[in-house]
Each structure stands twice: as structure tokens, then as C-alpha cells.
């Protein structure tokens, strides 16, 4: 279920060094938090877990099933952000990741299809966090935008350059 290396890896980094203007400390002090509804446009419903249920998941990869997208909010390009959530590995080495997709429910890309690219956001971090595995949320705080990304378990949105990863709760 883990991938190693991403499709326009080289691009979507580039992409990524934008948001690294600001020195780390100064990053990580102050923040706005953001729910994954704040991630939708303007009258759009967020994606249920419960939605996978309708999904045949004997039909084709889980990508291949990922709900279509209906835009993305710009409100935060730039801005220090906490947004709490799971990982999913996409680079690693044993248990440290520094490269992940970040997903608003258990088991979204992996067991079940993925939400919608504007409810996924792919997270980069320069120092690897040791992750205590996919089932142990996280909050995550840092540099966020809008970025483009596909994967081979998931399309994405938004990208978040990670000053601070701790578990759930304490933060």
C-alpha cells in the first residue's frame, strides 16, 4: 500500500520550496487551525467515510474510484497552518516518514478508496518523523498551499511543508 517514489516528485518540490521563505522558528509559533471542511469550496459537502460503503471494492484500484474533485480554497496559500489527520506513508524508512499524504479519516487510501483530491493534502518534512503507524492521528503544522500531486494511490490538492508533526492531542 506504501509507495516509495512519486510521479512529478521533482516539480511538486519545487513547488513546495516556495513556501520555506520563512525561517522555521518563526513558522511554527503561531498557526491557524483548519478543519478539513475548510478545505472545501464554498457549498460543497465533505466526503463521508461512510460514502466507501456504495464503492465495489472488487472493481479496479482504489485511485480508479477516487470522487472527483470540485475545487480547491485559496484562502490559505502561504499562511502557518495545524491540521490534524493520519498518514499515509508515501517516503520512508522503517518507521520515520518524510513524505506523506495526509487523509481526514482511518483507512482513506489504503483500505478504502481515497476522498476527493480536495480533501488530501501531501505533506513534506525535512526532519523524518517516526510515525507510530496508520492508525495514530497526528496534528500537523506548517507552511500550506495549493499543489497538484498525483500519486499512485491518490490524486491531491494541497501540499504542507511540515515544521512540527506531533501526535493527536498534543498540540
Given at each position: 500500500?506504501?509507495?516509495?517514489?512519486?510521479?512529478?516528485?521533482?516539480s511538486f518540490l519545487s513547488t513546495l520550496s516556495t513556501f520555506s521563505l520563512l525561517p522555521a522558528i518563526a513558522r511554527a509559533e503561531e498557526f491557524i487551525d483548519l478543519e478539513w471542511t475548510d478545505l472545501l469550496p464554498a457549498g460543497q459537502a465533505?466526503?463521508?467515510?461512510?460514502?466507501?460503503?456504495?464503492?465495489?471494492?472488487?472493481?479496479?484500484?482504489?485511485?480508479?474510484?477516487?470522487?472527483?474533485?470540485?475545487?480547491?480554497?485559496?484562502?490559505?496559500?502561504?499562511?502557518?497552518?495545524?491540521?490534524?489527520?493520519?498518514?499515509?506513508?508515501?517516503e520512508y524508512s522503517g518507521d520515520s516518514v518524510t513524505a506523506f499524504i495526509l487523509v481526514p479519516f482511518l483507512g482513506a487510501c489504503v483500505h478504502v478508496p481515497p476522498p476527493p483530491a480536495n480533501q488530501l493534502v501531501f505533506v513534506t518534512t525535512p526532519k523524518p518523523y517516526k510515525s507510530a503507524g496508520l492508525h495514530a492521528p497526528v496534528n500537523v503544522i506548517g507552511m500550506f498551499g495549493t499543489a497538484s500531486q498525483s500519486t499512485q494511490l491518490a490524486d491531491i490538492s494541497y501540499a504542507l511543508s511540515a515544521d512540527t508533526i506531533k501526535p493527536y492531542g498534543t498540540l
Open positions: 500500500y506504501m509507495v516509495n517514489k512519486c510521479p512529478n516528485r521533482r465533505a466526503h463521508s467515510p461512510e460514502a466507501n460503503n456504495n464503492i465495489q471494492h472488487n472493481q479496479g484500484s482504489l485511485l480508479a474510484q477516487q470522487p472527483k474533485s470540485k475545487g480547491v480554497r485559496t484562502d490559505w496559500n502561504g499562511q502557518i497552518v495545524r491540521l490534524p489527520g493520519f498518514i499515509v506513508p508515501i
